[in-house]
């Protein structure tokens, strides 16, 4: 991409962002997250792909904008969720605080993935975030600090993050498992089932505007068997009443360089619902 076209973007940035009083965001951002072709690690490369699936809706304030507004008819809480599929954590009361949850899930002992783990990855960010972002699971860079999204494809997630005109500490950052599956496999529907119920606390603690879900997985487990990653994302789907957009997860994008124009309409969407105004690409 021309050097100009982030030059742009990073001008109509600057300015909707001294009309709104934020700041703008640098060329380089831009254009690093347009054009990261760095080599994939071996964790990245090592880790299997597989197909998933799931489902629908949008902030109240696009409802009228976006077709694909879309809500489950399996599911009274509007998200078609098999209980067989994804579980409930294991249907016991939590904690109603962020930080008791995570102390909760730090001694969970509920699946296999505990006796390989390093670390429980609880996630983190603002407690009280507008956007939250959900992924697989922590990988082996995760694993080993404790911390969600910290390897490669983390630092892919802070460009979009950047690039949505956010900062990694406004918004909260979690994983569908808690801990490592290893070798980086998908997370099977048993260890989800366990784990997915402290996911859905965290949710209901933080109520989020919206939720952008990272990948297949994020999509199977949170909203069930909507379709593939290729079909939902840039569709609106609810989970509880949160207007939820799928979006490929970063380790494919760094992949599939090609997807992160998709992954950027995607954002894009998302960014509206927070009357963040994408950069307008001009025409010569
Ligand atoms: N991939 C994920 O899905 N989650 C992480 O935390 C890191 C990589």
Same mark, same amino acid.
């Given at each position: 991409m021309a050097e100009e076209f982030f030059q742009v973007l990073a001008e109509c940035l600057e300015r909707e962002g001294r009309r709104k009083g934020r700041p703008g965001i640098a060329p380089e951002v831009l254009k690093e997250f347009f054009t990261d072709s760095r080599p994939e690690t071996e964790e990245l490369r090592s880790q299997p792909r597989r197909k998933a699936a799931p489902p629908s809706m949008p902030p109240h304030s696009l409802i009228q904008a976006s077709p694909a507004l879309e809500t489950s008819a399996s599911s009274s809480s509007s998200v078609p969720i098999s209980a067989s599929a994804?579980?409930?954590?294991?249907d016991v009361a939590l904690p109603d605080s962020l930080d008791m949850l995570a102390e909760t899930v730090a001694q969970? %002992? %509920?699946?296999?993935?505990a006796e390989t783990r390093? +670390?429980? @990855?609880?996630g983190e960010g603002n407690? +009280?975030? /507008?956007l939250m972002f959900i992924g697989e699971g922590p990988g082996a860079d995760e694993d080993r600090l /404790? %911390?969600?999204? @910290?390897g490669r494809a983390g630092q892919l997630l802070d460009k979009m993050i950047a690039a949505m005109q956010f900062t990694r500490e406004e918004v909260y950052i979690a994983n569908i498992v808690k801990c490592r599956p290893p070798g980086n496999r998908v997370p099977s529907p048993d260890e989800a089932a366990c784990c997915i119920g402290y996911l859905k606390k965290q949710i209901e603690l933080i109520r989020p505007e919206a939720i952008v879900l990272l990948g297949a997985t994020a999509v199977t487990f949170l909203l /069930?068997?909507?379709?593939?990653i290729t079909r939902v994302r840039g569709r609106w789907f609810a989970y509880e009443g949160i207007p939820v957009m799928p979006t490929f997860h970063p380790a494919y994008l760094l992949r599939q360089e090609s997807a992160k124009r998709e992954a950027w309409i995607d954002l894009q969407m998302v960014m509206k619902v927070f009357g963040k105004t994408p950069p307008s690409r001009k025409r010569a």
């Open positions: 994804t579980g409930n954590g294991g969970c %002992r %509920r699946c296999i993935l390093q +670390h429980v @990855v609880f407690p +009280h975030a /507008g /404790g %911390r969600p999204f @910290v /069930g068997p909507v379709g593939g």
